[in-house]
């Protein structure tokens, strides 16, 4: 399975973006809207931080606190596409986010031995 994640910018501080991650390279009888997703990203210096995850559909989704009520993670199956919505950027938004599959729904960690695949990562800078 291959994950490539696309949006990426340069914000202001309160801006908005929209990150894309399309899933591709799943065998047969596989299908993208099978799997569970999740955000995770990496600030300058930092761990990897989990940021949100989302059920087979778009009706089961749960956000890392530094996040609720400004991110919106959705899924779109019939285009093997995860988003992330991105609104009231920080500057400690800062970040590599990547698009990832976590081995179980519970994941709500950054380490990567909980993830099955890892897409390249797209980058968000928030600076005035």
């Known amino acids: 399975v291959q994950l490539v994640e696309s949006g990426g910018g340069l914000v202001q501080p309160g801006g908005s973006l929209r990150l894309s991650c399309i899933a591709s390279?799943?065998?047969?009888?596989?299908?993208?809207?099978?799997?569970?997703m999740s955000w995770v990203r990496q600030g300058p210096g930092k761990d990897l931080e989990w940021v949100s995850k989302?059920?087979?559909?778009?009706?089961?989704?749960h956000y890392a606190n530094s996040v609720k009520g400004r991110f919106t993670i959705s899924r779109d199956n019939a285009k093997n596409t995860l988003y992330l919505q991105l609104n009231s950027l920080k500057p400690e938004d800062t970040a590599m986010y990547y698009c990832?599959?976590?081995?179980?729904?519970?994941?709500?960690?950054?380490?990567?031995?909980?993830?099955?695949?890892w897409g390249h990562g797209t980058e968000v800078t928030v600076s005035a």
């Open positions: 989302i059920g087979f559909d778009n009706s089961v989704t």
């Open positions: 990832a599959m976590p081995k179980s729904y519970s994941t709500a960690s950054g380490a990567r031995n909980d993830y099955r695949y």
């Open positions: 390279g799943f065998d047969f009888g596989d299908d993208f809207g099978d799997h569970y």
